[in-house]
T-cell receptor, first 115, second 114 residues
Framework: DAGVIQSPRHEVTEMGQEVTLRCKPI?????LFWYRQTMMRGLELLIY????????DSGMPEDRFSAKMPNASFSTLKIQPSEPRDSAVYFC?????????????FGNGTRLTVT | AQTVTQSQPEMSVQEAETVTLSCTYD???????LFWYKQPPSRQMILVIR????KQQNATENRFSVNFQKAAKSFSLKISDSQLGDAAMYFC???????????WGAGTKLIIKP
């Protein structure tokens, strides 16, 4: 099992540009999560999906952020337009079952720098 | 609201010795789960150990064990026979038993001295 795969690993962009982060969850995992990690705020849940359907997007900071999961093996997090304060590490994670003690399996994250 | 507190921003330990990382949480729930995750320099978050609140027995995973004190709302992680590969940020996390929202502590940076 390759684990959760995120791309790109690093992204540097200029303010105002569109940024798309990608995630491939572990096959068979029904839940997919997008997190953001910063020094100031730690780990924040942005949104999560169950069976490709967004369940809770209350953590999405602004309308500039959007996430999609067109199928069970792919999800995107898009920021348009990007701002310097969006600079952070963005993690995707997946989980295999609806049992709440199931651990999350994280990808290696995408480090986003907006200049 | 639930909160998770890790009061030690940084800890250091000599290789092969034992270290304990502290975590306290605040909740009025009776059904919940607790986790320790490790984040090495590679950035990936890796599950170390988990504990169900309804279980009295402390969880153990090889060199890693927890001291779960439910009444005190304490969930410390003990690492025995510390190894260089244990150097990482360690995060304590709480999950209510009714949703997937994880509440995270601020993390403790563990340094292993050779």
């Amino acid at each position: 099992d390759a684990g959760v795969i995120q791309s790109p690993r690093h992204e540097v962009t200029e303010m105002g540009q569109e940024v798309t982060l990608r995630c491939k969850p572990i096959s068979g995992h029904d839940y997919l999560f997008w997190y953001r990690q910063t020094m100031m705020r730690g780990l924040e849940l942005l949104i999560y999906f169950n069976n490709n359907v967004p369940i809770d997007d209350s953590g999405m900071p602004e309308d500039r952020f959007s996430a999609k999961m067109p199928n069970a093996s792919f999800s995107t997090l898009k920021i348009q337009p990007s701002e310097p304060r969006d600079s952070a590490v963005y993690f995707c994670a997946s989980s295999p079952s609806p049992r709440f003690n199931s651990p999350l399996h994280f990808g290696n994250g995408t480090r986003l720098t907006v200049t | 609201a639930q909160t998770v507190t890790q009061s030690q921003p940084e800890m250091s330990v000599q290789e092969a010795e034992t270290v304990t990382l502290s975590c306290t949480y605040d909740t009025s729930e009776s059904d919940y789960y607790l986790f320790w995750y490790k984040q090495p320099p590679s950035r990936q978050m890796i599950l170390v150990i988990r504990q169900e609140a309804y279980k009295q027995q402390n969880a153990t995973e090889n060199r890693f064990s927890v001291n779960f004190q439910k009444a005190a709302k304490s969930f410390s992680l003990k690492i025995s026979d510390s190894q260089l590969g244990d150097a990482a940020m360690y995060f304590c996390a709480y999950r209510r038993g009714s949703n997937y929202q994880l509440i995270w502590g601020a993390g403790t940076k563990l340094i292993i001295k050779p």
